[in-house]
């Protein structure tokens, strides 16, 4: 099979074994995935991934080795974390924080960027008709935007702000949207704030935020080292900072204020796929102005490079093309 590999380099494998589901796994056909940072951090070296990236993809199931065969020749998104199921953690329901566990195309387990990929069938949910491919690439970050309702209560008094305007801010902005909060959505780019904008979501540029300590909750998804300070300018004293970017970098962090101000500081990291399939189904946000580019397999080295553009928003693999 075709597949893209990192190992100190992406390139182009025209001869890559197609992968073997064990037992409790399903063999996928990839027919769509998008570009993620993560994915783009893993070129830099985050989590020292080595092997075929990517987790945002959207499928056909075309073998099961499950006594459940009921997705057979159905379309599936994937949950990327795939834990031991043993530990305290997997019998929780946290598989997310299994110590043995692998996940999709960052740790352990190779990705989408390939015509084949396997999951374990628990992982993977049946995408409704009613949502496209287009659409269904998007569930596994709309999940991760998603979850941070479920780690914070929003009350609609509460004045919330989004840092970023990356695909990964504007998700969480949409997202947040829904809990009627007092919702600003900080970035540089206007073209990308006036996707947010036409989704009566309040923008402001990033030059023009107050420093003023004023807002209850603050979402950092810049997708840079510098993200935590600001989110640390702007929240109001007992407020909360939900961090979101994964960086490949390091920076040194003066810890004094947050214990002064004594702020709630929150890890958020991958959700739950229903909550996102739901909203995509019920055309509760429009996730499709994201689309930057849709490239085929051949072209994904292109894809990369066209994804790390300023003006980017999501680029997407089209395995039928």
């Known amino acids: 099979m075709k597949a893209l590999v990192f190992e100190d380099r992406l390139f182009m494998e025209d001869n890559m074994p197609k992968p073997v589901p064990v037992q409790r796994e399903a063999l996928v056909k990839v027919k769509m995935a998008g570009i993620c940072k993560t994915d783009l951090e893993i070129e830099k070296g985050y989590m020292g991934f080595k092997g075929i990236p990517g987790h945002e993809f959207v499928g056909v199931v075309e073998e099961s080795k499950d006594g459940d065969q009921s997705l057979l020749g159905k379309r599936v998104v994937g949950e990327i974390n795939c834990g031991c199921k043993v530990c305290n953690y997997c019998l929780q329901g946290l598989e997310t924080h299994c110590p043995e566990r692998t996940t999709l195309g960052i740790d352990g387990r190779d990705g989408c960027f390939a015509e084949y990929l396997t999951l374990p069938v628990a992982n993977l949910i049946e995408v409704p008709e009613g949502i496209t491919n287009e659409e269904a690439v998007f569930t596994e970050p709309l999940a991760a935007a998603f979850e941070i309702m479920n780690q914070v209560h929003i009350k609609p008094s509460d004045q919330v702000c989004v840092l970023g305007d990356g695909k990964l801010g504007l998700l969480i902005a949409l997202a947040l949207n829904l809990s009627q909060s007092e919702l600003l959505l900080v970035g540089k780019y206007p073209v990308k704030l006036n996707i947010a904008e036409k989704q009566h979501i ?59 101000d004594e702020i709630t500081m929150i890890g958020s990291r991958c959700g739950a796929f229903n909550p996102a399939l739901k909203a995509l189904e019920r055309k509760m946000l429009n996730v499709k102005p994201l689309i930057s580019g849709i490239y085929s397999l051949d072209k994904i080295i292109e894809a990369y490079e066209a994804s790390k553009r300023k003006d980017a928003l999501k680029v997407l693999i089209d395995f039928t093309l």
């Open 202 to 260: 309040k923008t402001a540029l990033l030059e023009d935020l107050s420093s003023k300590r004023q807002f209850d909750l603050v979402v950092e998804a810049t997708g840079s080292v510098d993200g935590f300070e600001l989110a640390r300018k702007v929240v109001r004293p007992r407020g909360k900072v939900v961090l979101k970017s994964t960086i490949a970098g390091n920076k040194e962090l003066n810890l004094t204020s947050l214990v002064l």
